[in-house]
């Protein structure tokens, strides 16, 4: 493959041993651990000095009043604003305060925070069922992985805008495993089928729409090995078909092994360098190992693999109202300008449905947002 895609194009490293690299390291950095632990016991006691002649009760000045409040208030959110006055019944009178509400019920907690915020680096770990920290200092390393959106390159327009957009970031242990990763990927065409329904009242939590359960096989690519899933009966090979073209047309020569028992450090890969994750038959998204580091703090395995950063979600308003998240796809109506639409399910009952049967003819398609 890197005759196809130089690792220099992506600034990569060279293929990594990580195993035997943090190995090594992790011997380094316990000796120089053991080295500032002993030096920070020997000046305990300066330390201690240090700390009380520098303490905040001694920054005062002459005549200073006793009674200055040395704590910040409950009620302040932020360095210049208090906190929202909350809302009476005097002020539900107003229409602003109650169409407020209104969408604010209609709307869920996730669906508004992710419509058009950006998410940074959370800093609340995940709560596991023991507080033991099973993990010390210099035992094992996390490695970031990058994850992006779905990406199809169409022939006809490979020299088009498309590019390629980051959805996440993956912050997993070098002892987890490639099932588990696979596992940690969050995407939309996992939620439902897109499937013809007669109306919005179709219950979409069916075994019917269940598309993760109806195309369970899934695959990643590294290093010319396709690691595929085979923990579901009805789970297929889908990189026989890759291998056999690629075969063909002399690219490579590429084999496929099962992803189970396969853990992250038993890997040799390229920092930075771009790999394939594929399920649902066609649905690809590229990875990339970007990070590897050292773990400097007690950790508790449970909380890995875990999501650490996601970019901003471009979601899909109604058509109609333009406040509520598109949950269907009308297709060829004759009541709207363009061939598809996308509509909220109360849009979708009012406009189009007159005592549950249709008042025109147009197919419905349920449709999931990224959220």
Known sequence: MESFYCPDYFRTTEPMDLKDFFCKYSQIYKQAFTLVEDFT??????????????????????????????????????????????????????????????????MSYKEMMTTNKRYLKPSVNIVGPSTVNDIQPGDDFILSILVYRPFALEYENKFGTEKMRFAYEIEALSSNSLTEIVDSIKCFSNECLFLEVPDTKVDLNSERFDAKKKYPSQTIFIENVFYNDYRSPHAIDLS????????????????????????????KLKLGYPYVYIHQGNCEHIIAFSDAKLLAQPSYSR????????????????????????????????????????????CCDSYLYLDGKKVTDFKLYPYKNDV
């Open 240 to 267: 026989q078909e890759v291998i056999k073209w690629a075969k063909e047309k002399n690219i490579g020569s590429f084999v496929s092994q099962s992803m189970e028992n396969v853990y992250l450090k038993d890997l």
């Open 303 to 346: 909380n890995f693999p875990r999501i650490s950063s996601f970019s901003t979600k471009y979601n899909i308003n109604c058509f109609l109202c333009f406040h509520m998240l598109a949950r269907w796809m009308v297709v060829r109506c004759e009541r709207f300008p363009h061939e598809k639409v996308f509509l909220c399910t109360e």
């Open 41 to 106: 016991l020997k000046n305990r006691d300066n330390d201690l000095l240090l700390e009380e002649n520098t303490s905040i009760e001694k920054l005062t000045c002459a005549n200073e009043p006793d009674d200055l409040p040395t704590e910040i208030p409950n009620n302040v959110v932020s360095k210049t604003r208090l906190a929202a006055y909350p809302i009476n019944d005097f002020a539900r009178n107003l229409n602003v305060v109650q169409c407020k509400e209104y969408f604010d019920s209609k």
